[in-house]
């Protein structure tokens, strides 16, 4: 099947990705990579150490370790410029504003971490609702249709 009649095969456009969109794919790779390493931490601890419950800390490490494949992938659709992409990293973004405020309402060392990922969250989707991302992905936004006559 040629490029031609295979509608999910994107040819390389002559425009290079914009910066903006690259930033955006690394803020999410890097929200993913987090959640990996979280898990994994999470999962070791509660295999070797000692944790209040040990089951409740194995499989809080798995589930974060799966959560992290969606800004995972979305980053890699994002650095391959899918337009599907953007609906994840979107979705992870919001999602990481709630558990920001938790961290930032703790009387912790967890508030630090709180600001970072508030910070990596808003930029982030500023980065993604930003019109060179979006032309970027191919997404038209309301009113651009074209007419399909």
């Given at each position: 099947?040629?490029?031609?009649?295979?509608?999910t095969?994107?040819?390389?456009?002559?425009?290079?990705?914009?910066?903006?969109?690259?930033?955006?794919?690394?803020?999410a790779?890097?929200?993913?990579?987090?959640?990996?390493?979280?898990?994994?931490?999470?999962f070791?601890?509660?295999?070797?150490?000692?944790?209040?419950?040990?089951?409740?800390?194995?499989t809080?490490?798995?589930?974060?370790?799966?959560?992290?494949?969606?800004?995972?992938?979305?980053?890699r659709?994002?650095?391959?410029?899918?337009?599907?992409?953007?609906?994840?990293?979107?979705?992870?973004?919001?999602?990481?504003?709630?558990?920001?405020?938790?961290?930032?309402?703790?009387?912790?060392?967890?508030?630090?971490?709180?600001?970072?990922?508030?910070?990596?969250?808003?930029?982030?989707?500023?980065?993604l609702v930003?019109?060179?991302?979006?032309?970027?992905?191919?997404?038209?936004?309301?009113?651009?249709?074209?007419?399909?006559?």
């Open positions: 099947m040629s490029a031609e009649q295979n509608p095969h994107r040819t390389p456009d002559t425009q290079s990705r914009p910066v903006r969109l690259t930033a955006a794919a690394a803020l790779g890097l929200e993913g990579l987090a959640l990996v390493v979280g898990g994994v931490w999470m070791v601890l509660g295999l070797t150490g000692s944790p209040d419950d040990r089951q409740q800390a194995v809080g490490g798995v589930t974060l370790i799966v959560l992290a494949l969606l800004p995972l992938l979305a980053a659709g994002l650095l391959l410029r899918r337009s599907w992409s953007r609906g994840p990293a979107v979705i992870t973004q919001i999602m990481a504003l709630p558990v920001a405020y938790s961290l930032l309402q703790a009387d912790s060392v967890a508030i630090p971490g709180g600001i970072a990922l508030a910070v990596v969250a808003v930029a982030a989707l500023v980065l930003n019109p060179a991302t979006t032309r970027a992905l191919g997404i038209r936004g309301p009113g651009n249709v074209q007419d399909q006559k």
